[in-house]
Every structure is written in structure tokens, then in C-alpha cells.
């Protein structure tokens, strides 16, 4: 069984960064093929996918965040990290890391999910 677990800040102040860790038990973040990536929820919103490291350790951004975003993982703790710069109160929302897939059509999708995290942006 794959479990995910968030960690960081619940709140952050304008301008600043945010930095959050999904711990991965139960799987290895190294395995073929699989996505690992950050999606988030803002209040009275719908999923937004933010972006995803993979397998190999390569990284890809939604471009609308592109310029703030930073993935990066530490394969000996099994983790991998979110960074969103320069923060902005439309940043709050529940952030959510997740395992992506490929199904047979050769789209993917999430199959395992962290619980999310609260994450305020406000002085």
C-alpha cells in the first residue's frame, strides 16, 4: 500500500516561499514509470495541477506557475519537495501531492493521494 504524507508551514506571509515535503511510504520515488506530482484546491475552487517530478527526476510545470515553481526530491528519504515563491494570498488552498499513472489510453492519473494541507498565505 503507497501512502503519501504532506508536511509544512500551514501559513505563509505574501512574497515569501513555500515549501512543502510529500514523504512516500510503501513505494520508491525512483520506481519505473510512475509521476509524482503537487496539485492544489483553492477555497470554493477546483483541482489545479501544479506539477510532477517522475521516476528518472525530471520535472514538468503547469505554465501558468512555471516561473515560481521548483520540484525537487531526496531519493535517500523517498521524498519530494515543493517550492512556490513569491507567494500571493490567491496562493492559499490545499496542496496535495500524489502518484500519477499511465492507463492504457496513454493519459495519466492519480490512483494514490496524500490527505492535503492547509496552506494560508496572509501577513
Known amino acids: 500500500q503507497v501512502r503519501l504524507q504532506e508536511s509544512g508551514p500551514g501559513l505563509v506571509k505574501p512574497s515569501q516561499t513555500l515549501s512543502l515535503t510529500c514523504t512516500v511510504s510503501?513505494?520508491?520515488?525512483?520506481?519505473?514509470?510512475?509521476?509524482w506530482s503537487w496539485i492544489r484546491q483553492p477555497p470554493g475552487k477546483g483541482l489545479e495541477w501544479i506539477g510532477y517530478i517522475d521516476y528518472s527526476g525530471t520535472t514538468g510545470y503547469t505554465p501558468s506557475l512555471k516561473s515560481r515553481t521548483s520540484i525537487s526530491r531526496d531519493t535517500s528519504k523517498n521524498q519530494f519537495t515543493l517550492q512556490l515563491s513569491s507567494v500571493i494570498p490567491e496562493d492559499t488552498a490545499v496542496y496535495y501531492c500524489?502518484?500519477?499513472?499511465?492507463?492504457?489510453?496513454?493519459?495519466?492519473?492519480?490512483?494514490?493521494w496524500g490527505q492535503g494541507t492547509q496552506v494560508t498565505v496572509s501577513s
Open positions: 510503501g513505494g520508491s520515488i525512483t520506481t519505473n514509470y510512475y509521476y
Open positions: 500524489a502518484r500519477e499513472v499511465m492507463a492504457d489510453s496513454g493519459s495519466y492519473y492519480s490512483d494514490y
